[in-house]
């Protein structure tokens, strides 16, 4: 099932002007995943402008923030946490910690969105 922008941010259950930290991973890699930041409005867009252009993505889930700033760092605490697998860069691996993280923090989707 591949969802577009209203569908997806309405089947998660938040507005178009949500600031939310997501994760995602590529169909066929069950390990690793991406952390990123976004508003309801953008989420769609700034997850098929990222992902590699040969697999579909899975958006794995999401966790809703207050505002910008409270987006931010809770993503820069999850890649503390977690552990990046590239200093600059966001990916981290799909780890026992990670679906701990996931499990707790997150709502979970894993859908297909592209």
Same mark, same amino acid.
């Given at each position: ?63 809703? /923030? ?14 503390? /946490? ?33």
């Amino acid at each position: 099932m591949r969802l577009q922008t209203v569908e997806l941010v309405g089947f998660i259950g938040i507005d178009i002007d949500s600031y939310i930290v997501y994760t995602w991973r590529r169909f066929n890699d069950k390990n690793y995943a991406k952390i990123g930041v976004s508003t309801g409005a953008k989420l769609r867009e700034r997850l098929v402008w990222t992902y590699h252009p040969t697999d579909d993505i899975v958006l794995i889930g999401v966790m809703k /923030c207050g505002n910008r700033k409270e987006t931010l760092a809770r993503e820069t605490s999850i890649l503390k /946490c977690l552990g990046r697998t590239h200093p600059k860069r966001e990916w981290v691996e799909i780890n026992e910690n990670f679906n701990e993280l996931i499990d707790q923090e997150f709502t979970k989707i894993e859908k297909i969105v592209g």
